[in-house]
C-alpha cells in the first residue's frame, strides 16, 4: 500500500514535472515567432500538432482544427506548393533527414524559410518530423533591395556606375569575339550647376530622376543606360547599326529636349545636354580606356561651348595627356617657383621712346635649354585649376622687384605692364596683394598698368569695376588687352574705367593683306582715341606695318620689329640705350 501512494506521488510529480516543461516549451515556442509542425508517426496517418504562434501568423482556423493538407498548402503560392509537399511533407519517403527550403504565401506578403527534421527507428521507419517555418520576410526584403542597389540607381532606376562598367565591360568581350564594335556616350546636363541653385538640390533631382527615366526607355538588349555622377549619364550600344546608334540617340535626346520636363511643383524647365562619344575597339584596347577617352571627349563638348556632341579623336587624346602632364609639372614648378620673367619694350610710335615693358611670363625647361612650353598653352590651363593665382602671386612680385631694381640702377620712368587673370582679379585680396607688393618694393604706382582681358567682366561685372576703380584710384593704369578677339563692342568700351587699349595682333596680320579689315583696324583706331584710351598696336612685325600704324596715329606700339620679349638682363640693354 505504501509502495503504492509512493509510486501514485512519484507519477503526479512527475506528470506535473512535464506539464510544467511542456508549457514552457509551447512558450517558447511561441515566442520565437517561428511555427512548428510536429509530425508523430507512431500513430497511422500521422498525428500532426502544430506548435507556435500559427493564431497569430495564419489565423485561429488553421491553428484550432484539425491538421488539413491541403488547406495548409493552399496558404502558399500556387508554385510553392509542389516544393513545400515534396521537401518537406514528404521528406520521410525519400529517407533523407533533413531539408530546406524557401517559399512565398499566396497573397506575396511573406518568405517563408521551412527547415524539416525526420528522426527514424533503427529500421528506418520515421518516429517523428519536426517542420519549422520561419517569417524572413525582412531579411529578404533588405537583400533584394541590396541587391537592387548593388545594380541600379535608386534615384533614376538605370544602371549605377559599377554596374554599367560591368555590363560594358561584357559587351565589349562579346564584340571581340563577334568581331564588332561597342559605343558608349557620355550624355551630361549643360550648367547643372546653375539650374541647381536655382530650384534648390530636390526640384534639381527631381529634374535628373525624370531625365534618367527617359534616357532608360532606349534600354533594350543591345542598348544599356547608366548614370556616373550628379547629372552624367552613359549610353553603350553594342553593334551599332542602322538606327541603334548614339547618334540616332543623341539626335532623340535633343527631340525631346526641344519641349520642357515639368516639376511636380508644375514648374517647366528646359536645358541643353552636351556628349561625348567613343567607341571600342577604335578608341581604347579595353573598355574602361573607351569609358574614359568618351569622358575626355564629353569635356570637349563642354569646351566648344556646350549643347553638342563630339566623337573621339585621337589628336584630342594626346592633347589632354600633354594637358595633364603640364598640369603635374606647373605644380612641381610653382613649388620650385621655376618660372621667369622676360620684358617686351613698348615705343611711343611719333618719336620711338620707350614707353615702357610688358612683363611676360616665362617657364624655363630645368633639364634643357628652352623654355617648357609657351604660355598661351600652359596659362589655361593654370587658369583652369587655379594654379594661376600663385603664378600671379609670382609675376606680381618678380616683376616689381626687377622694376624697382632697374629704378634704382636707371632711373628711367616707364611704365610696367603686368598682365592679370580673371581668377587673380576676382580674389577679394587681389588689390591689398598688389598695392601691399608695390608697396614693399616701393614702386610708384604711377608706373604700373595692369592688363586685362573682356573676360574678367563676364562674372562678376560690379566687382571688378570696383576693383578696377580703388587701383585708378591709387594711381595705377587698366589697359585692355587683346582687343578685338572677344566680344567687344565700341559702345560698352566707354562704360570701363581704363587708360589703355591694345588691339590685338590678328588686326594689323589682315590690315595690310585686305581693304575691309584696314577699314576695321582705322575706325577701331580713331573710336579708341575718340573715347580718350591710349591705343597700342600689338604684334608689329614689319616697318611696313608700323609705317601703317604710324600713318594713321596710333599711339604706342609693340612687336617683334621693336623688340621680342627678353630676359631682365637683356632688357637692360634697352634701357641703358634710353640714357641721354
Ligand atoms: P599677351 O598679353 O597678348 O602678350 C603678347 C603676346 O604676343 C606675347 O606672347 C608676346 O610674346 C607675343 N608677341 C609680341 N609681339 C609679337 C609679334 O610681333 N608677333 C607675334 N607673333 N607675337 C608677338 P607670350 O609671351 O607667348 O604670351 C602669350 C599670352 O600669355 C599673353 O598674351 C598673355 O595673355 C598670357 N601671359 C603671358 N604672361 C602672363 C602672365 O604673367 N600672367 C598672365 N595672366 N598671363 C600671361
Ligand atoms: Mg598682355
Ligand atoms: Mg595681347
Known amino acids: 500500500m505504501e509502495d503504492l501512494k509512493y509510486q501514485i506521488d512519484l507519477l503526479t510529480a512527475l506528470n506535473e514535472r512535464l506539464l510544467g516543461s511542456e508549457k514552457m516549451y509551447r512558450h517558447i515556442a511561441e515566442c520565437s515567432g517561428t511555427l512548428f509542425m510536429y509530425f508523430d508517426y507512431k500513430s497511422q496517418p500521422a498525428k500532426v500538432e502544430l506548435v507556435g504562434p500559427w493564431d497569430e501568423k495564419v489565423g485561429e482556423k488553421i491553428a484550432n482544427h484539425p491538421y488539413d493538407e491541403s488547406y495548409m498548402l493552399n496558404l502558399l503560392l500556387d508554385e510553392d506548393q509542389d516544393k513545400f509537399r515534396i521537401h518537406m511533407l514528404e521528406l520521410e519517403r525519400e529517407g533523407l533527414e533533413t531539408d530546406s527550403i524557401e517559399v512565398r504565401s499566396r497573397s506575396k506578403r511573406y518568405w517563408l524559410s521551412c527547415f524539416a527534421n525526420v528522426t527514424y527507428d533503427d529500421e528506418h521507419n520515421p518516429v517523428e518530423k519536426i517542420i519549422s517555418i520561419k517569417d524572413i520576410t525582412k531579411i529578404k526584403m533588405n537583400s533584394e533591395e541590396l541587391e537592387y542597389l548593388a545594380f541600379y540607381d535608386s534615384l533614376t532606376g538605370v544602371y549605377n556606375r559599377n554596374y554599367f562598367v560591368r555590363k560594358f565591360r561584357d559587351m565589349c568581350e562579346r564584340a571581340e569575339s563577334e568581331e564588332v564594335s561597342v559605343e558608349i556616350m557620355f550624355v551630361d546636363i549643360d550648367d547643372f550647376k546653375k539650374i541647381n541653385d536655382s530650384i534648390g538640390l530636390l526640384f534639381g533631382d527631381e529634374l535628373v530622376q525624370e531625365f534618367g527615366q527617359y534616357l532608360k526607355g532606349f534600354d533594350s538588349e543591345d542598348v544599356n543606360v547608366g548614370r556616373f555622377g550628379s547629372d552624367v549619364f552613359v549610353i553603350a550600344v553594342y553593334n551599332p547599326c542602322g538606327t541603334r546608334s548614339c547618334d540616332v540617340i543623341y539626335r532623340k535626346i535633343l527631340e525631346r529636349l526641344r519641349h520642357p520636363f515639368v516639376l511636380t511643383n508644375k514648374s517647366e524647365l528646359m536645358f541643353t545636354v552636351s556628349c561625348g562619344v567613343a567607341e571600342y575597339p577604335d578608341a581604347g584596347r579595353t573598355a574602361l580606356e573607351v569609358i574614359k577617352n568618351a569622358e575626355i571627349v564629353l569635356y570637349k563638348a563642354k569646351e566648344h561651348g556646350k549643347n553638342g556632341i563630339q566623337y573621339f579623336e585621337i589628336d584630342i587624346l594626346n592633347k589632354f595627356i600633354k594637358n595633364v602632364s603640364i598640369e603635374k609639372q606647373l605644380k612641381e614648378a610653382i613649388e620650385t617657383e621655376g618660372f621667369q620673367l622676360y620684358y617686351q619694350p613698348q615705343y611711343f610710335a611719333a618719336d620711338g621712346k620707350l614707353r615702357g615693358a610688358e612683363a611676360l611670363l616665362r617657364w624655363p625647361d630645368p633639364e634643357g635649354e628652352g623654355f617648357i612650353t609657351s604660355p598661351s598653352e600652359f596659362i589655361p590651363i593654370a587658369e583652369k585649376n587655379g594654379a594661376i593665382v600663385p603664378i600671379g602671386n609670382f609675376v606680381l612680385k618678380e616683376a616689381l622687384r626687377t622694376y624697382a631694381d632697374w629704378r634704382s640702377k636707371y632711373h628711367i620712368p616707364i611704365i610696367l605692364s603686368i598682365n592679370i587673370s580673371a581668377l587673380q582679379l576676382e580674389k577679394d585680396s587681389f588689390v591689398e596683394t598688389l598695392s601691399h607688393t608695390a608697396g614693399l618694393y616701393g614702386v610708384n604706382p604711377e608706373s604700373i598698368e595692369i592688363e586685362i582681358t573682356e573676360s574678367v ?50 588686326f594689323i596680320e589682315t590690315a595690310l593683306k585686305d581693304d575691309s579689315s584696314s577699314i576695321i583696324y582705322e575706325s577701331v583706331i580713331k573710336m579708341s582715341q575718340k573715347l580718350g584710351f591710349e591705343t597700342v598696336a600689338e604684334g608689329v612685325e614689319t616697318k611696313e606695318q608700323f609705317n601703317y600704324l604710324r600713318e594713321r596715329n596710333i599711339d604706342i606700339v609693340q612687336g617683334f620689329l621693336l623688340g621680342k620679349p627678353v630676359s631682365k638682363v637683356e632688357f637692360e640693354k634697352i634701357l641703358i640705350r634710353q640714357i641721354p
Do not use: A, C, H, W
Request: no cysteine.
Open 457 to 506: 567682366f563676364i562674372n562678376n561685372f560690379e566687382d571688378v569695376i570696383d576693383k578696377i576703380k580703388t587701383l585708378r584710384g591709387l594711381g595705377m593704369r587698366v589697359s585692355l588687352d587683346d582687343f578685338g578677339t572677344g566680344y567687344s563692342s565700341l559702345s560698352y568700351l566707354k562704360q570701363l574705367p581704363i587708360d589703355t587699349i591694345k588691339i590685338d595682333r590678328t
